[in-house]
């Protein structure tokens, strides 16, 4: 199983590290939308006997035991487009994803 960050994702994620703190970056999914399934991110206190860890250079990415299965094999980028900057998931686990781009299936 295997979580990976593009460089410019890596380089983003260890600026909020370094400015707000916190040992790793939280990945996971919660049920919701149109579509089933969305992703959450956050700055992880500490990585908890459950998690997967995933590290990439210097940047810790830590994934819940119920989120793995949906996020095996994704690759996070950062991206810049006109005035505005997103994460963005390649999850090749995603069937569909809703017209509002907010939620996704996994078939």
Known sequence: MAISLTESAAKRVRNFLDRDGGVALRLGV???????????????????????VFEQGDVKVIVDHDSLAYLDGSTIDFVS???????????????EEC????????G
Not at 30 to 52: F, P
Not at 81 to 95: A, D, H, K
Not at 99 to 106: K, L, V
């Open 99 to 106: 017209g509002c781009g907010e939620s996704f299936t996994i």
């Open 30 to 52: 919660r049920k919701t939308g149109c579509s089933g399934w969305a992703y959450t991110v956050d700055l992880a206190e500490e990585i908890g006997a459950n998690d997967a």
């Open 81 to 95: 487009e006109g005035l505005g900057s997103t994460i963005r998931f390649e999850n090749p686990n995603v069937t």
